[in-house]
Structures are given as structure tokens and as C-alpha cells.
């Protein structure tokens, strides 16, 4: 286990964008998990209780990357949104 978080914190440091990491989440997840995914940077977005613009964005950037639709992607913004408040 040690050396699995190890070489996974080797390889963030390696990355230069989100592509190398969202092309695995393509692969391996269908349209309901993508969007679970998203789902979930909301929640982290919104823990806070505040959407910094660069949080939004990388939201935004991910979804796009993974094929979640910018309504899905609103869509759950409002329902994360809602469940937190």
C-alpha cells in the first residue's frame, strides 16, 4: 500500500494537466460514474460553504474532459447545493 501512494504522489508531481489523469476516468467509468465523479468535486468545492473561481473552474475543466455535459454539470452543482444547505 506504501508504495502504491508513493508512486501515486510521484506521478502528481509528474503531471503537467488533468488529461493523463481524466482519460483513466473515461475508460474505466460509464456516463453515471463521470457524473458521480463531478458530483463529488462539487462536494468538495462546497465544503466550505464558498466556490473560489479556480475551484469552479477546475470543475468545469473536468467535466468537460470526461464528457459530463454543462447542464449535468450545473444540474449537479444545484443538487449538491441543495443538499448542503
Known amino acids: 500500500m506504501r508504495q502504491l501512494f508513493e508512486e501515486s504522489a510521484e506521478r502528481e508531481r509528474d503531471a503537467v494537466d488533468l488529461y493523463r489523469f481524466t ?36 470543475v468545469w475543466r473536468v467535466a468537460e474532459l470526461i464528457g ?9 452543482r444545484k443538487q449538491v447545493e441543495a443538499r448542503l444547505a
Open 23 to 58: 482519460s483513466v476516468l473515461c475508460r474505466e467509468l460509464d456516463q453515471d460514474g463521470r457524473k458521480r465523479v463531478v458530483e463529488m468535486l462539487w462536494e468538495v468545492v462546497l465544503a466550505d460553504g464558498q466556490v473560489d473561481e479556480f475551484e469552479s473552474n477546475l
Open 68 to 76: 459530463v455535459s454543462t447542464r449535468d454539470r450545473v444540474t449537479l
